[in-house]
């Protein structure tokens, strides 16, 4: 009958070995120990870094914070009509919304839209119309010589505060239309006196009405618009 | 044994594993992916100098500074940097110009240096430690030579060349516009010259810097027409040109507007369904506007009181601060949730404090109005309506199921029971009972008279006739009843055109106070009472001009006059406007008497201003002090009388200023 037998290495060897596993693992834990560390101190460097970094600032982002790359309010699609129309759209949804952003001890700040210059018209290439014409649908006594009128109204625009900012003393402007040389800047949004500091808010559903000239010939227009916070 | 220490070393491995992986997930820096802009060298003396630049600088004085740029993004920025006027927002916010419109005023005021300047020079640039453009660039060449010689940036006896020269007065003329590609994370100073022109005027100027983002896909395709949208952020610029400060606001509108339609059913049903989102808020806007007659921006605290006058409970006072740029109009609203029912007054108070450091308070009249609950009301109309008819339907259906129409009289005989009454004529023995409202144990009596159905139709008409004959023979009998009868009567064969009545004076009403409450916003637009101005109520009927007052004539010499300026004057308010006493105490204080102080006076029922004099000594100054308020005063009435009672002799001028009458 066979019978397996161990063999054993000599007790001398087994301590040597268990020697080297612990120094092994203890050599392991040490690398890991200083890793974590490290991270930790990378990241602490960067955190005080970006707190100095305080300056007033606006962005459109969506609902994850990030910043949106090339914002835009996209106007319901219309047909073509032989009389004055409107199209609508909104600025500020939940995928682009208007962040603020107040990181500075100053309470006061306006956000405010307006068109690229006094001057500017909505265009496809061939042709326009205006934005802020004050005779409405059509034209007046401005400079060019299309109508048009864009009416932006924040007043029914939710002001939301970001990781629980307060937003008292934070409030919407009144609904208004441009007119060139007298209306060129919309409020959207301003902090008055008692406003919270180190804070940011959004600010969505702001609606904007653009008046369309009858007549006015199919295509796909577009009008360039600055959101300024100061 | 070594088990034993295996295992301990493998709980410490274990640690550092969850040390190591939260600690990654622990360490998140906090930023934002935006540009910023601020002051770069702010004075921590001036409130503000770190977000806004703040001057006070004289016509001709010029300013070097700086403005730092930075990119909290993790990409590469590219932006345009340049000077703006400042503007009002539609609201009267601040607001700057575009890039493409004209600069008149601040926005020329001031150069970039964005770059350092020729090489040739930058080590005498270096070296300076402040104001280095404007040495650079006003520095005569003989001067500048000789420093630079100083410093062995030049070499004796040479020169700087003209071509050098021509390069340095090319970096002097600076930029108005200046492009600069920022990498991810950094932070650029721009210097800049601000100059101010020799022929400013004396007061507040706004501008600022701005920091532009350059759109690099402008041709992306956004699907449909849209707006395009560019990010810019503004440094405000406040210049004071130093000279006399006025600080003046005027109160010009004030209103209260219900903003939501009480029978809007969009937003409680489609807004919903369609997802638009959350409706607008129901509320009332108070609104007000204020214009900037001084040359400074003035900060003011602007107070709505509202009480509910109905229960008198504690007036709710909302405060808030905004700021008014000079010669600009600002409008402010304030959105009030209004509760379903009540009788509320609104009256807005403005405080301000002058170039004196002295303050001013601006009231307007109050607005009064009901907030009545008619979507409730119309509700709890319909509901009503809904149970009537219910009600109605429900009975005629008992009177047709129970009212005994068709049926015909019986006179019980003997032996006659519900239950072989409700056999013999076919119905159900309740229907018997109740129809003939017998109660239990419903028992019949021999000879009593009950209704039961006809087992023939000529016999139910002939018996409605009767019946009806038997109706009227009632009516005629209850002719001669009491009078409460006789109304009860007269309510129930007219009820249908009452209920109509009472509706039609419902919408009468309710249309009533629709259009009282919308012509609210514009009631009391210029009735606006104020210590710092004229006081305007196109509501007076009497308007009476106190051109011609009888001054008498008054010559003092200077020592009587000087004495006079030591007089103790007090000033009651008898029933004018809030603050009046105030005002007068200003002027007084402004013509140079010392010893002035307003109070309000016990008796507020005084008409016109007069001036109350204790002693005949005191007549001549009461005359002086009425020729020197009558040009402030020149639609009022102005007496001079002497003192009657303890009031009006308090102090040796007492001046008591009523209700124009």
């Known amino acids: ?230 | 044994m070594l088990a034993e220490k295996v295992k301990k070393i493998g709980f410490f491995i274990l640690f550092s594993f969850i040390f190591v992986f939260f600690s990654q997930s622990v360490a998140q820096a906090i930023s934002y992916e935006t540009l910023g802009g601020r002051p770069a060298y702010p004075d921590p003396n001036i409130k503000n100098s770190s977000s806004w630049f703040i001057y006070n600088l004289s016509p001709g004085e010029t300013k070097e500074d700086g403005v730092l740029v930075v990119n909290n993004s993790n990409k590469i920025k590219t932006v345009f940097i340049y000077p703006a006027d400042g503007v009002v927002g539609s609201s009267g916010g601040f607001a700057l110009k575009q890039l493409a419109d004209k600069q008149t005023e601040v926005g020329t005021w001031l150069t970039l240096y964005p770059n350092n300047p020729p090489d040739f020079f930058i080590d005498i640039f270096q070296k300076k430690k402040e104001n280095k453009i404007t040495y650079l660039c006003q520095t005569s060449i003989a001067d500048l030579e000789k420093d630079m010689q100083e410093y062995g940036f030049l070499e004796k006896k040479k020169h700087i060349n003209q071509n050098q020269q021509e390069l340095l007065k090319e970096w002097c003329k600076g930029n108005k516009l200046v492009k600069l590609k920022l990498k991810p994370q950094e932070r650029v100073i721009v210097p800049f010259i601000f100059k101010v022109p020799q022929n400013v005027d004396v007061g507040e100027h706004i501008g600022g810097i701005l920091i532009q983002k350059v759109d690099d896909n402008k041709n992306i395709n956004v699907g449909g027409s849209a707006v395009k949208l560019t990010i810019r952020i503004g440094v405000r610029i406040y210049e004071t040109v130093p000279g006399k400060v006025v600080k003046k606001l005027k109160l010009e509108k004030f209103s209260v507007k219900k903003n939501f339609k009480e029978f809007d059913l969009s937003r409680y049903f489609f807004a919903y369904w369609i997802g638009k989102g959350n409706p607008k808020p129901e509320e009332y806007i108070v609104s007000s506007t204020i214009k900037n007659e001084g040359n400074v921006s003035i900060e003011h605290q602007d107070i709505i009181h509202i009480q509910n006058l109905i229960f008198k409970t504690k007036k709710e006072n909302i405060e808030r601060q905004f700021q008014v740029l000079r010669g600009s109009k600002f409008d402010s609203n304030y959105g009030w949730h209004n509760p379903r029912f009540g009788w509320y007054s609104f009256q807005k108070e403005i405080k301000y404090k002058d170039s004196n450091n002295q303050v001013h308070t601006l009231f307007t009249d109050k607005i009064k109005i009901w907030i009545i609950p008619w979507r409730e009301i119309v509700l709890a109309i319909i509901i009503l309506i809904i149970v009537y008819l219910g009600y109605k339907i429900w009975k005629y259906r008992q009177k047709k199921k129970y009212g005994g129409e068709g049926w015909i009289k019986y006179e019980i005989k003997e032996g006659d029971n519900i239950n072989n009454l409700a056999e013999k004529y076919q119905i159900k023995w309740k229907v018997l009972a109740k129809t003939n409202k017998l109660k239990p144990p419903y028992t019949l009596k021999t000879g009593q008279t009950i209704l039961v159905p006809s087992l023939n139709k000529e016999e139910a008409e002939k018996n409605n006739n009767t019946e009806n004959e038997d109706n009227v023979i009632t009516e005629n009998n209850l002719e001669k009843k009491n009078k409460k009868e006789k109304i009860k009567l007269f309510f129930q064969n007219n009820k249908w055109w009452i209920i109509i009545i009472i509706f039609i004076l419902i919408g009468i009403v309710f249309i009533y106070y629709l259009n009282k409450n919308n012509k609210a916003e514009i009631k009391k637009e210029i009735s606006i009472s104020s210590v710092g101005g004229e006081i305007i109520n196109n509501n007076t009927e009497k308007k009476e001009q106190y051109i011609n007052q009888e001054i008498k004539n008054i010559s003092v010499n200077e020592k009587e006059k000087n004495n006079f300026k030591k007089v103790e004057i007090v000033v009651l308010n008898g029933g004018a406007v809030p603050g009046s006493a105030g005002k007068m105490k200003n002027i007084l204080k402004e013509y140079g008497y010392e010893n002035v102080e307003a109070k309000n006076a016990l008796n507020k029922n005084y008409a016109n201003i007069t001036l109350y004099y204790s002693d005949d000594k005191n007549e001549e100054l009461a005359n002086l002090i009425k020729k020197e308020i009558v040009e402030k005063y020149s639609k009022k009435k102005i007496i001079v009388k002497k003192a009657n009672n303890q009031e009006e002799r308090q102090k040796e001028i007492v001046i008591i200023i009523g209700q124009d009458k």
């Open chain 1, 1 to 230: 009958m066979k019978t397996k037998t161990q063999t054993l290495p000599p007790p001398g060897q087994i301590k040597k070995i268990g020697r080297i596993i612990k120094k092994t693992l203890k050599l392991v834990t040490l690398v890991m120990f200083l890793a974590g560390l490290q991270v930790l101190a990378a990241d602490w460097s960067q955190l005080s870094q970006t707190i100095n970094d305080g300056t007033l600032a606006v962005d459109i982002v969506d609902s994850s914070g990030a910043s949106v790359s090339n914002p835009s309010v996209t106007f319901g699609a219309l047909t073509y009509s032989f009389d004055t129309q409107d199209g609508t759209g909104t600025l500020g949804t939940s995928d682009e919304r208007i962040r603020a952003y107040n990181p500075t001890s100053t309470d006061t700040w306006t956000v405010n839209l307006a068109g690229s210059s006094t001057t500017a018209t909505w265009s496809d290439g061939s042709h326009t119309y205006d934005f802020n014409d004050g005779s409405g649908y059509t034209d007046g006594s401005d400079a060019d010589s299309v109508g048009g009128q864009m009416t932006v109204d924040p007043s029914g625009a939710t002001i939301t505060g970001v990781s629980g900012c307060s937003t008292s003393n934070i409030s919407t402007g009144s609904s208004d239309s441009y007119v060139e040389g007298t209306t060129d800047n919309i409020d959207l949004m301003s902090a008055s006196s008692g406003a919270a500091t180190y804070c940011r808010w959004d600010l969505t559903g702001v609606n904007l009405t653009q008046g369309i000239p009858a007549g006015q010939s199919p295509g796909t227009y577009t009008l360039t618009m600055n959101l300024t916070i100061s």
